[in-house]
């Protein structure tokens, strides 16, 4: 099991910026793939976006496409979500989530194939 941490999030205008990241409490998060999702109070868990463990594969919600990016540091240890064009419906706690595995390359969009998540991290779009 890896303990995540995620850090980043405050409020923002619509239309504005915010960069999410996720580390792993041990420092190491180099052997998972990495998925970020959100939650919002009385809307089910979204997926947002996923890593692979290499970086070389992503993968988007269609309600984030275009808008923001997902990266990995694996030297850092970190995986951030840039968050670009933001709108009020993007508001929610994000958190980040963790699959241990052996292809450098699969990514997944199904929380329940995560092993290990962190607190999250609250984003509020507002003017």
């Known amino acids: 099991q890896v303990q995540l941490v995620e850090s980043g999030g405050g409020l923002v205008q619509p239309g504005g910026s915010l960069r999410l990241s996720c580390a792993a409490s041990?420092?190491?998060?180099?052997?998972?793939?990495v998925g970020w999702f959100r939650q919002t109070p009385g809307k089910e868990r979204e997926f947002v976006a996923s890593v692979s463990r290499s970086g070389s594969s992503t993968q988007y919600a269609d309600s984030v496409k275009g808008r923001f990016t997902i990266s990995r540091d694996n030297a850092k240890n970190t995986v951030d979500l840039q968050m670009n064009s933001v709108k009020l419906e993007d508001t929610g706690v994000y958190y980040c989530?963790?699959?241990?595995?052996?292809?450098?390359?699969?990514?997944?969009?199904?929380?329940?194939?995560?092993?290990?998540r962190g607190q999250g991290t609250q984003v509020t779009v507002s003017s």
């Open positions: 041990d420092g190491f998060l180099n052997g998972y793939a």
């Open positions: 989530a963790g699959r241990f595995t052996l292809s450098y390359s699969r990514t997944w969009s199904n929380h329940d194939d995560f092993e290990d």
